[in-house]
């Protein structure tokens, strides 16, 4: 809470205080001080890399081991405790960005829905403050290996700022794994959606290069604002653009059309943004050679949808990803739709879906692991099993891409073995029992 | 008054004079003028053609018309040599005159009754008392447009509503109403559009047709019914209307079918008045004999300069716009009746041009003029006009300069009822050439003339420049404008054309400098016409080909039945057997043969063999066809009758829509047979279709025809309205306490019905005769048939409490809940569902969308079918339903069922659901051959399905499917290509935008007819 205060006072504070909030913060959840060693399984680091019978070493929170168990000499007083799942496979917690997960709890219910806040331009609301740790979502979730979400405000032009969030912790500030971290863009239309007797008619936007020229000059005015050395009279939308200048904040664009995505990759460039993404960006292909060129990563639409258009390859958005990383494309994978939030858990399954439509599986797993934690600026934190970053893994009893398969056997969330019960799970257990069932 | 009586009835024995009831303000002016129309070529009828013919008309009426007829000294003679005269075309579907009709938009209320204050009938959209002849009166600005493009008369009616009266055959000249009505009641006239009633009911089409049909059995009801309780001016109006020709309009071909099945039901016929995509199934059509009114709405090509934009154009809109001119060619090479409308085009301007364009592709003149002339005056049974110039008939004709079907022809005049009408000048002097002008004798120009005759353009030549310059004719006065090479100041020239033959003009100009002067021209070259090249350089329409269907991952002919040997794949049974490795499979005329390893075909077919296939399914699983219990895919213009609580009467049969492109996607991920269901709108919801994805085929064809009906019923929020914001708060019921009172209620109504009938059937005939049969009441016959165990039950339910509940009703009703659906608390009274014999129909892992989901839990399926119920997954999403494999694997990792049975959750279950195990969910001799090979197991989110078949046709294939897409690219670009060059020649382009429809769920509500921004 020190740290809401002390946004108003200049970046320097925030930047200092997030550096201290954060370190108070894993203090906190590695209290317990212990040390955990997981031997037999079949390591799925994340960048590509596999290791057939890993050791992997917890300590601090941190992991201070990951190697082929043949190169470790067994040293089981080094560790508290030792956990052997031979056979088993480990993956780093995957992520999942553009979430509204712990902002809506359930969709239909006007109480619990926190994400879409009034106006059109407001970079200044944040999701930090309203994300909710109680969810009954977040449980079902992370015991199918989703144990970091970008809770992402949604609707508006600029719908505001998203932090990343550990899907463990008392309260946001414990939960909080990197605070404010982007402003999300849902780029202008080119096309006006028309329901008319079941048929849906997209026509010409006629609005659309007014609404860019908006956001163009939207972004000139915050500028000029953060220039001025005294500030009489405070505009908070301006305000929560300051680190998006600096570059410490990422501009998230959400566009899906061609002509959306060039539009918004010129507006990139031309507003020099210094670390962009791009998010839906369901025509990526036909821009690929730009995003190369110009290093913007994508979140690509979900793919367990649709193709946009009824003249598109019917397997199209399974086989997006493959053809963009063909490319070069760098990009991960999302949740974005409908049921957004409670399907979060299927994240492993759309990258299980991509490698069966071409993508190698290592690679696959890459998009909801490494390649998410670099577009989302976690890297260096999260995103892979290697020695240095956040113990924030988990432990299947078989490939955790396939849903036969995907059944969680340990979590850890920052060092901490998590609880992977849930509301779902209790009521199961309950109700086999009323039966006189046997759970198996 | 009493002087013009006299007078009236003296004339009385002066019979030949056409008399009318109206006083004449000051003196009479009788129109017993004869006029004689001499030299022209006459088209009495279509195909008969008097060359150098003459008309003679008296008082309205043709007194003659032949060669070399006697003109009487009285006439008034017309040379239209080189002239041509048609009969006046007649509009078979106008509003002309007609009361504008206003859209008040969608209501933001409920409004559950009708507001039209009068004894009519109940729902405002069935209009039928309307009387087109009542309510018209001439606008005679509106008839400038019909008239230049030929029309003459109209057949109009008021185009609002289901039901929307009767139709007038009127003319659009303006002596008077009187004179311009020529007959009211020429057919009536219906639609599938409720227009600007914003009374709920009914929401949907399906709705509407269900509506369209009671309306009628209650016009047949009411004829027999004492009318004590109730007066009907609507119905009374159908009744007295039935013997009419009735026409409706529909929106597209598959509204042809539809409405044709009522027809067939009612034992009469429909006029369809299509959109224009008739020729897409145009031999069915001409099969059932059917006529049509036509409209010659082209589309524009679509501007696809840019190919970004030119990627939302689906395939389906082009291939249209490439196939629309050759509509009425199409239908007449099948030999199917036709006329043509005006309706439907952007301008009426469009309409000449568009029917040449029909004549330009194949249909002979002589089809395209009766269509508009003789086929009309047919198809309606009209009275006083037949379409052609007969002695005796009513004189309605226009003149034109040039045979009607070529382009250049101009109309100059309309002759409606014997009265003229000018058009176009006739006696327009043509100028145009090239002259040699002459200012004051000093100043030497050549003047060249083009342009049309009416719409003239000058350039003059001085020396090398060329200057522009402005003309106009009026009579034989022409006026000419420029301004000379170097001067700003323009120079005036005002003069008379001297001859008829235009070749000399004179007179006085007006220098810039205020000088008057003399000047002449002389004409040196005639105006050479350009047509001929303009011709020659114009690319001929071409006809695409027809796909089934007409779109993307269409095809040309749609798959066939073979007969094939799968060899070697892992077979999943569905049967005791469980999975058999390298096994084959035969499958002959649509059904599975034999099952068992290295089949030899010489032992089974000893003497003869037919042909088969051999299909090499090494590592391949083998499976029965994927179903899906609940599905909202193929449906057209909403899945839910949201206007009633009880809706039981409309069916999805009657509007599965063929052309859904998730079809062929659903097919592409393995499913062979859907459910399509009605939403859950309201407790009783409507009657499904059970369809197998026969992509290509007509509804009819994907219809199960053994299948037994099934029907939806819903709980919870979405019947009570709980989401559906704040305003829908008036529909009866609002909380689940409710909802049972409205079953209760419904079945006791339901038995009492059916009591009534039974009394009544009981009766012998004679008494029959004497006694009121009841009303036939298509709501609770669907309930009647859930009683008699005819309609099965699938309940839209989510908590225990509302679960339970129907259950008692049930029992005490005497009926049985079939299949719960989605029934995501099932596991919490999975016991008395088993008790009561129902199926559980559940999503894999939904839920936290709504309050009533909270306690959902993905191991909902694995607790039902431990307990013994047979249980399956369901898509109700387009998206789902193409990987319900995946789905059923959520039940290995949720609740560990094992493989086998968890693939019967999207098989062999569902199949019992829909009470069709006896013919498909298992792979066992005798069943259909609905067969899914699979790159790998099934349930393995690597899986791939490599061919999906039904009853022994190949509906996707891996490798066509690569091949189909190569074929849509090919194809779209060759559009693309003749699209760029249409442009290029100047036809008129439109904006891409993107259409597609609405993927629907089952808490879909979308009013019908609204938009929604």
Not at chain 2, 399 to 414: D, G, K, L, M, R
Not at chain 2, 554 to 568: A, C, E, F, V, Y
Not at chain 2, 589 to 615: C, F, N, Q, R, T
Not at chain 2, 771 to 795: G, M, S, Y
Request: aromatic letters at 10%; charged letters at 25%; glycine letters at 8%.
């Amino acid at each position: 809470m020190n740290v809401i205060l002390l946004m108003m006072r200049g970046m320097k504070l925030i930047k200092l205080l997030l550096f201290v909030g954060m370190s108070l913060g894993f203090k906190q959840v590695n209290a317990q001080n212990k040390s955990t060693l997981i031997l037999g399984t079949k390591a799925h680091v994340g960048n590509g890399e596999i290791i057939k019978n890993a050791a992997i070493g917890i300590r601090d929170g941190k992991l201070d081991l990951v190697m082929h168990s043949i190169d470790y000499r067994l040293d089981t007083t080094k560790y508290d405790t030792i956990i052997r799942l031979y056979g088993q496979h480990s993956y780093p917690g995957f992520i999942s960005p553009n979430n509204e997960l712990g902002l809506v709890e359930i969709e239909a219910v006007r109480a619990t829905r926190d994400a879409d806040e009034v106006g059109d331009i407001t970079p200044q609301v944040r999701s930090l403050v309203a994300y909710n740790t109680d969810s009954k979502i977040i449980p079902t979730v992370r015991s199918n290996g989703v144990l970091i979400v970008q809770a992402t405000p949604q609707g508006g032009r600029i719908s505001g700022t998203s932090s990343i969030f550990n899907l463990e912790g008392w309260n946001w500030e414990d939960a909080v794994l990197k605070m404010d971290d982007a402003i999300h863009i849902n780029w202008p239309s080119v096309y006006n959606r028309k329901w008319q007797n079941g048929t849906i008619t997209y026509e010409e936007n006629t609005k659309f290069e007014s609404q860019v020229y908006e956001l163009n000059s939207f972004f000139k005015k915050a500028l000029a604002y953060t220039k001025v050395d005294f500030v009489l009279e405070k505009d908070l939308r301006y305000e929560a653009m300051r680190s998006v200048f600096t570059g410490d904040k990422k501009v998230f664009i959400h566009a899906n059309n061609a002509r959306e995505l060039s539009s918004a990759i010129y507006f990139i460039k031309e507003q020099r943004i210094k670390s962009p993404v791009l998010v839906g960006a369901y025509d990526a292909l036909l821009v690929a050679d730009l995003l190369v060129d110009y290093a913007i990563p994508v979140v690509l639409r979900r793919v367990h949808e649709l193709p946009l258009r009824e003249d598109d390859a019917v397997d199209l958005p399974y086989r997006l990803p493959f053809l963009l990383a063909e490319k070069g494309v760098i990009f991960c994978l999302q949740n974005d739709g409908s049921m957004q939030a409670m399907g979060t858990r299927n994240l492993p399954f759309y990258a299980g879906t991509s490698a069966a439509y071409g993508l190698n599986r290592e690679e696959a797993l890459k998009s909801i692991t490494l390649n998410a934690a670099k577009i989302l600026g976690i890297e260096k934190e999260v995103g892979s099993l290697e020695v240095g970053k956040f113990a924030t893994l988990f432990v299947s009893e078989g490939d955790a891409l396939d849903m036969r398969t995907n059944k969680l056997t340990v979590a850890f969330i920052n060092g901490k073995m998590i609880d992977l019960s849930s509301h779902q799970k209790e009521l199961y257990e309950r109700y086999m029992n009323k039966y006189g069932l046997e759970i198996n | 008054m009493r002087f013009i009586f006299l007078i009236v009835f003296s004339l009385i024995t002066f019979n030949s004079f056409t008399q009318i009831t109206f006083p004449v303000n000051g003196n009479r002016n009788p129109s017993n003028t004869i006029f004689a129309f001499k030299n022209a070529t006459i088209t009495t009828s279509p195909g008969e053609v008097l060359i150098n013919g003459t008309l003679l008309i008296k008082d309205g009426v043709v007194i003659g018309v032949g060669s070399g007829l006697q003109i009487p000294s009285s006439a008034v003679v017309y040379d239209l040599k080189g002239a041509y005269i048609y009969h006046s075309f007649i509009d078979p579907y106008s509003s002309y005159g007609m009361p504008d009709v206003k859209s008040l938009g969608r209501s933001p209320n409920p409004q559950i009754e009708s507001n039209t204050k009068g004894a009519y009938n109940w729902n405002e959209a069935i209009k039928a008392e309307t009387n087109a002849a009542e309510l018209f009166s001439a606008d005679l600005k509106s008839a400038d447009g019909p008239l230049k493009n030929g029309f003459g008369l109209g057949i109009v009616h008021v185009k609002d509503g289901i039901f929307r009266g009767t139709a007038a055959l009127v003319s659009y000249d303006g002596n008077s109403d009187n004179e311009a009505l020529k007959q009211s009641r020429v057919y009536t006239a219906y639609s599938f559009d409720k227009g600007t009633s914003r009374q709920d009911y009914p929401s949907s089409l399906m709705g509407i047709i269900a509506l369209m049909r009671q309306t009628f059995y209650d016009a047949q009801w009411y004829k027999t019914a004492n009318h004590e309780k109730e007066i009907n001016l609507t119905l009374d109006r159908i009744n007295e209307t039935e013997n009419l020709p009735r026409l409706i309009e529909v929106d597209d071909y598959l509204s042809i079918y539809r409405a044709d099945k009522i027809a067939k039901e009612f034992g009469f016929d429909f006029i369809f008045k299509g959109n224009g995509d008739e020729y897409l199934r145009a031999a069915d059509f001409a099969e059932r004999k059917l006529s049509m009114v036509i409209p010659l709405n082209f589309p524009k090509a679509y501007d696809v300069s840019n190919p970004y934009d030119a990627m939302n154009v689906s395939l389906a809109e082009m291939k249209h716009w490439e196939n629309a001119p050759f509509n009425a060619a199409i239908l007449a090479e099948k030999e199917i009746s036709f006329v043509f409308t005006t309706d439907g085009l952007e301008n009426i301007d469009q309409f000449l041009p568009n029917w040449r364009k029909c004549i330009e592709v194949g249909l002979s003149t002589e089809i395209a003029l009766s269509a508009v002339t003789t086929n009309v005056a047919k198809l309606f049974s009209l009275t006083s006009i037949d379409g052609t110039i007969q002695k005796g008939k009513p004189a309605n004709f226009f003149i034109s300069s040039a045979p009607i079907f070529e382009n250049n022809a101009v109309i100059y005049e309309q002759w409606i009822n014997g009265s003229q009408k000018i058009i176009n000048n006739r006696t327009t002097i043509d100028i145009r050439g090239d002259y040699d002008l002459n200012i004051d004798s000093k100043k030497q120009y050549t003047l060249f003339i083009k342009g049309s005759v009416n719409e003239l353009n000058a350039t003059m030549q001085d020396g090398d420049s060329t200057i522009k310059a402005l003309i106009e004719l009026n009579g034989n006065q022409v006026a000419l404008s420029f301004s000379p090479l170097n001067q700003k100041e323009i120079m005036r020239l005002t003069g008379h054309v001297s001859e008829s033959k235009s070749r000399i003009w004179a007179g006085n100009g007006l220098l810039s400098n205020g000088d008057w002067v003399k000047w002449g021209a002389i004409k040196k070259a005639d105006f050479a016409d350009l047509k001929k090249k303009d011709t020659a350089t114009k690319t001929p329409l071409t006809r695409g080909d027809i796909w089934f269907p007409n779109m993307a991952f269409g095809s040309l002919t749609t798959p066939q039945p073979k007969n094939m040997i799968i060899r070697d794949a892992a077979v999943w049974t569905n049967e005791d057997k469980g999975i058999l490795k390298e096994t084959d499979v035969l499958v002959v005329d649509g059904k599975i043969a034999h099952i068992g390893p290295k089949l030899d075909l010489s032992i089974i077919y000893p003497k003869k063999m037919p042909e088969i296939i051999e299909v090499d399914a090494k590592g391949l699983h083998l499976t029965p066809g994927i179903i899906d219990e609940h599905s909202h895919i193929a449906i057209s213009r909403g899945v839910n009758e949201s206007g009633q609580a009880n809706s039981a009467e409309v069916s999805i049969g009657d509007v599965v829509n063929s052309n859904d492109i998730n079809i062929y996607r659903q097919l592409s991920g393995g499913v062979t047979t859907s459910q399509l269901l009605h939403g859950s709108a309201n407790p009783i919801g409507g009657q499904s279709a059970l369809i197998k994805l026969k992509w290509g085929e007509t509804p009819d064809i994907m219809n199960i025809d053994s299948a037994k009906g099934h029907i939806k019923f819903a709980l919870g929020e979405n019947v009570k309205q709980s989401n559906w914001g704040d305003r829908k708060t008036e529909r009866f019921p609002q909380t689940r306490m409710g909802v049972e009172q409205v079953y209760f209620d419904d079945f006791y109504r339901a038995k009492e019905y059916s009591d009534l009938w039974t009394l009544y059937n009981a009766k012998s005939n004679r008494d029959k005769k004497s006694a009121i049969p009841p009303r036939k009441d298509l709501e609770l016959e669907a309930l009647v048939e859930i009683l008699n165990k005819q309609r099965f039950i699938t309940c839209h339910s989510y908590v225990q409490s509302e679960i339970n509940m129907l259950m008692h009703v049930a029992d005490s009703m005497g009926f049985k809940i079939n299949t719960f659906t989605h029934i995501l608390e099932g596991y919490k009274v999975a016991d008395k569902m088993k008790e009561h014999g129902a199926y559980g129909s559940t999503f894999s892992d939904w839920w936290a969308y709504k309050f009533e989901v909270n306690d959902a839990i993905p191991y909902n399926g694995a607790i039902m079918h431990k307990v013994g119920i047979t249980t399956g997954f369901n898509s109700d999403d387009a998206e789902m339903g193409r990987r319900l494999n995946q789905e059923a694997a959520k039940a290995v990792k949720y609740g560990g069922v094992s493989e086998i049975e968890a693939f019967k959750f999207v098989s062999l279950n569902p199949a019992k659901m829909l009470q069709l195990d006896h013919r498909i969910g298992s792979i066992k001799e005798g069943k259909d051959a609905d067969i899914v090979l699979w790159s790998e197991n099934p349930l393995s989110i690597y899986a791939k399905v490599q061919k999906t078949i039904i009853e022994g046709a190949v509906y996707f294939d891996v490798d066509k499917d690569v091949e189909l897409r190569k074929q849509v690219a090919e194809e779209r670009e060759r559009l693309v290509q003749k699209m760029l060059l249409a442009k290029k020649n100047g036809s008129k382009t439109q904006k891409p935008g993107k259409r597609e429809k609405e993927l629907y769920e089952c808490d879909t509500i979308d009013d019908e007819g609204y938009e929604v921004n």
